[in-house]
């Protein structure tokens, strides 16, 4: 059974940096377009970055995290990470780690970032990121 797990969240202060890493069992993360998403409290789950196939060179931002976040891959230790700086209090939310395949109806080997969120078909549960004011 494929199984994501998302880790490194916790409590920073504004202004401060943390680093998300997703890792997975029985999936070959360099097989798969990898998504980071966000979901805050009352509010709409949100794509904020992608990196597609290895080795395409896709890679989309939010706008809402262009230039503060990092999306990346390390296909030797299977692992996607997310490093993020300069916090602000608007990225408090739970963080899921997403991978979408050519399993998936409507992901082909042409397929770039970003990708919509049904068409990811394995999702993590998440790791809380709260930012203090």
Known sequence: QVKVVESGGGLVQTGGSLRLDCSASRLSLDDYIMGWFRQAPGKEREGIACIGWSGSGSIYYHESVQGRFTISRDNKNNT??????????????????????????????????????????????????????
Do not use: F, I
């Not at 916090?87 to 082909?108: I, N, R, S, W």
């Not at 078909?121 to 990121?129: D, K």
């Open 80 to 133: 996607l990470y997310l490093q993020m700086v300069n916090l602000k209090p608007e990225d408090t939310a739970m963080y899921y780690c997403a991978a979408a395949g050519d399993d998936q109806v409507g992901v082909e080997k042409d397929t770039g970032c970003p990708v919509t969120d049904r068409r990811y078909g394995y999702w993590g549960r998440g790791t809380q990121v709260t930012v203090s004011s």
